[in-house]
């Protein structure tokens, strides 16, 4: 009985590897083949475009509105979160601002 049981676990490990393994190889040959396109798509979206300016102004304008969100969201309104929004503010806004500017 053990050594039935213990064939039955060998085989269907077995089964799982080979599924992994192959798995991997198809994600590894789709990202070879992907990789010329994926470098066009890099080169055209890092140009630059918006500048720290106009990017930084985006930014304080869509953090203002997440943060209200999560206000309402929260439940306790603005008064009983205002620590963590003035702190998520600033984080979000940093990050979000420089992605802005990176990205676009």
Do not use: C, Y
Not at 41 to 70: C, N, Q
Not at 90 to 97: A, K, N, S
């Amino acid at each position: 009985m053990v050594g039935e049981s213990d064939q039955k676990d060998k085989n269907e490990s077995r089964k799982i590897l080979i599924a992994l393994v192959s798995l991997i190889l198809i994600a590894a040959i789709g990202a070879i083949l992907l990789f010329p396109a994926f470098s066009e798509i890099v080169s055209a979206h890092l140009a630059p475009g918006l500048g720290l300016r106009d990017s930084a102004v985006l930014s304080f304008f869509i953090t203002l509105v997440i943060m209200v969100i999560f206000a309402v969201a929260s439940g306790d309104g603005l008064l009983g979160e205002i620590q963590f929004i003035l702190a998520g503010f600033f984080v979000f806004f940093l990050i979000i601002w420089l992605l802005l500017a990176w990205i676009f």
